[in-house]
């Protein structure tokens, strides 16, 4: 009888510290979250701006052009490797 009692009792007391720790570290990690999510994702977009706009400073390539370049470069190493 007295090892039921105990056993019910350290039940008792282990879920109710399970439940206001849970619920402690719950508020806490929501807090945080709440605070360092947006700041993330405006430091993010603002580097991701600063690259865009150093970026459009530089003269833009043709897609064709390259294409074009590409399909030579793969020509010429055909015949470099060619035997026949």
């Known amino acids: 009888m007295i090892k039921a009692l105990y056993f019910i009792l350290s039940l008792i007391a282990g879920l109710t510290v399970g439940v206001i720790l849970a619920v402690f570290l719950a508020i806490t990690v929501f807090f945080q979250t709440l605070l360092t999510f947006p700041v993330s994702v405006y430091l ?12 459009a ?7 064709w052009d390259r294409h074009i370049a590409r399909m030579n470069k793969k020509k010429q190493q055909y015949k470099d490797h060619d035997p026949v």
């Open 44 to 55: 993010k977009s603002v580097s991701n701006y600063e690259n865009d706009s150093q970026g």
């Open 57 to 63: 400073s530089k003269k833009p390539v043709d897609i």
